[in-house]
């Protein structure tokens, strides 16, 4: 089983920036895809980032293009998201997760238990 820790969220005003992580631990496929998601309160799990397992492909939901930036360091079994420009209408729990195949991703086919997230806070 995989285990994702995921790190980096808080309050910050609108306009602002923050870096999350995702540390991928355990019984993680030999290549994968990982990807960024978000939940806000009453809102359905959605989709924001995904990257290939060589960062080649990258794919982001239309509403961070532009602002956000998902990146990889495969030494350290990581993934990041760096968010600029937030907006109130981010506010959400913020998960990763992973898939052999980068196309499941956006669809969150994805292979792991989800982790407990984290918190990021837009305050307008």
């Known amino acids: 089983q995989v285990q994702l820790v995921e790190s980096g969220g808080g309050l910050v005003q609108a306009g602002g920036s923050l870096r999350l992580s995702c540390a991928a631990s355990g019984r993680t496929p030999s290549s994968y895809a990982m990807g960024w998601f978000r939940q806000a309160p009453g809102n359905e799990r959605e989709f924001v980032a995904a990257?290939?397992?060589?960062?080649?492909?990258?794919r982001y939901a239309d509403s961070v293009k532009g602002r956000f930036t998902i990146s990889r360091d495969n030494a350290k079994n990581t993934v990041y998201l760096h968010m600029n420009s937030l907006k109130p209408e981010d506010t959400a729990v913020y998960y990763c997760?992973?898939?052999?195949?980068?196309?499941?991703?956006?669809?969150?086919?994805?292979?792991?238990?989800w982790g407990q997230g984290t918190q990021v806070t837009v305050s307008s």
């Open positions: 997760n992973l898939d052999r195949e980068f196309y499941a991703i956006p669809r969150m086919n994805v292979l792991s238990p």
């Open positions: 990257i290939s397992w060589s960062g080649i492909r990258i």
